[in-house]
């Protein structure tokens, strides 16, 4: 067994993208999808490159219901940022590749998957959603 | 004309770390020394509205402070439970259905950040397992952007916390009483980027009640009396940004404290401009900063001149969290906006000591914020 999202309806099968949710009626589109089926609401692949609207550095380990690593002798601050995805909704998320104190508002990310403990073992990580800078075209 | 809703009684339990006394009986405490403070007694009291977080039910009051019958309503609104204890024992009292009552708030919190569950916000299990659910990273990405977008230094989120603190030193129900000075701020561990640890409040205990009164009733009394001209509490509008959202609308928004400023002015018939004294929500000194705007009294980004200039000091031309705020006096959720309110009680009455704010101020203005998005201004006229 390897590695497996953190939850079900979180990604898309393939996981190449998040799953998120349009509203029928109102065409809104928000993340993530509603944990009860609505027959207004239709899933819908978010895009996979945007803008750092916001962020912030998670820089102390968190209390549960968290299950990342939170020993504070190896505990890595984290960023959480607010990514714009153009015509669609901003999504919470890890940045990954950056260095907390380079991210700057603005900067272009585009998606991808981590594990949310890198130090376990291949088959217990749990996968989560972030974004990377987007490298030289 | 209609008249008026008095405050004719405030008592304060004070703020901080008290042992050996639970969120209730500091309750109580505040409860009799507003009574003491108007000169009636319990059984004078004809309604009573009251909320706590995390202390029991405030109708459990009853128990010591006399079953006399009476009609008490319990309230929970988040940071807010306390503005919304106090709008509704306003409503009682304009119904003319009642003459007298009482808005209390009290609560007892264990130390460190609140954690919260996830499914009481509506959302998945993985967003609190990822690392998310966490308050102090809202407000970290929230004033990130604020300064970002309106050009404010991180300076200025330290001046704000420097005169919370200076503040508290005066203030006898402070939680923190003295000074920390702004290179401290800045260097101080950062908690969640840009803030760090002396820029948060701390979850904490403490205690307000509140008498309210008929303006006939309260002349009956012969107190001091305190006009509540508004009290308004409002919920959030498409496109905010509030705490625990996993995405937000790439088309922004308004603010729940912009629409309940706006209102509370319309019905007080006054403007931002009228007004002598305010205390407004600081969680953390960002929102201090970001509502000194949504409240009408700046435009955003000049915040950073106000706070350089010390306009917003006990003696500057508004002064803002006079008793320290909730970063000198920490956070009990259902006391901490009724706190702002007996400050301002205080302040209009010309009792406030060596923090008395000078040149006998005569309106004062409130605000406390909350989750999931709400918000409830008052404005008082002596």
């Known amino acids: ?137 | 004309m209609m008249s008026d809703v008095c405050i004719v009684g405030a008592g304060i339990h004070p703020f901080g770390r008290t042992e050996g006394r639970d969120g209730m009986d500091q309750g109580i405490f505040a409860v009799r020394q507003a009574l003491a403070d108007s000169g009636i007694e319990w059984k004078d009291v004809e309604f009573a509205f009251g909320g706590s977080a995390a202390s029991g039910s405030a109708d459990n009051m009853v128990s010591q402070l006399g079953l006399t019958g009476i009609q008490f309503i319990n309230v929970s609104n988040g940071c807010a439970t306390g503005g919304s204890a106090l709008n509704a024992a306003v409503s009682a009292i304009k119904s003319g259905e009642y003459e007298m009552g009482m808005a209390v708030g009290f609560d007892k919190h264990p130390r460190g950040a609140f954690n919260a569950d996830p499914s009481a916000y509506g959302l998945p299990n993985w967003y609190g397992e990822a690392g998310y659910m966490l308050t102090v990273q809202f407000f970290g990405a929230k004033i990130m952007r604020y300064l970002h977008e309106h050009n404010i230094s991180r300076e200025t989120l330290g001046r704000v916390a420097e005169k919370a603190f200076r503040n508290g030193v005066k203030t006898d129900h402070a939680w923190r009483r003295s000074e920390v000075d702004l290179d401290t701020i800045m260097n101080a561990p950062m908690i969640c980027d840009p803030l760090t640890k002396y820029m948060f409040c701390s979850p904490a205990e403490g205690a307000v009640a509140l008498i309210l009164a008929s303006e006939k009733k309260a002349r009956e009394l012969g107190v001091p009396i305190i006009r509540l001209k508004s009290s308004v509490m409002r919920t959030r509008p498409p496109g905010s940004f509030e705490v625990f959202a996993a995405s937000i609308d790439n088309e922004r928004g308004g603010t729940a404290t912009e629409i309940a400023s706006k209102a509370a002015f319309e019905q007080a018939g006054m403007g931002p401009e009228d007004i002598d004294i305010a205390q407004l929500q600081d969680t953390e000194s960002g929102a201090e900063i970001m509502h000194m705007a949504e409240n009408g009294f700046c435009k955003p980004g000049d915040q950073e001149q106000w706070l350089l200039e010390g306009r917003s000091d006990i003696t500057g031309e508004l002064p803002i969290n006079t008793d320290g705020g909730c970063l000198a006096c920490g956070e009990p959720i259902g006391a901490s906006g009724l706190r702002q309110v007996y400050e301002n009680v205080v302040q209009l009455r010309g009792t406030a000591g060596a923090r008395q704010v000078p040149g006998d101020p005569k309106t004062a203005y409130t605000q406390v914020y909350g989750a999931p998005g709400v918000s409830a201004v008052t404005i008082l006229q002596r």
């Open chain 1, 1 to 137: 067994m390897s590695a497996q999202p953190i939850a079900d309806n979180l990604f898309t099968d393939d996981m190449s993208a998040l799953l998120g949710a349009r509203n029928r009626e109102t065409g809104q589109i928000f993340f993530p999808l509603p944990l009860t089926p609505d027959d207004n609401i239709e899933p819908v692949a978010l895009g996979t490159r945007g803008t750092v609207w916001t962020y912030t550095v998670q820089r102390f380990p968190p209390k549960p219901p968290y299950i990342g690593p939170t020993d504070p002798e190896k505990f890595k601050p984290y960023v959480v940022a607010y990514v714009s995805l153009p015509g669609q909704t901003m999504v919470e998320s890890r940045l990954t590749g950056v260095d907390p104190d380079d991210v700057q508002i603005g900067m272009e990310v585009e998606f991808t998957v981590i594990p949310l403990d890198p130090e376990a073992p291949p088959e217990e990580q749990k996968l989560i959603h972030a974004f990377k800078p987007v490298q030289g075209e």
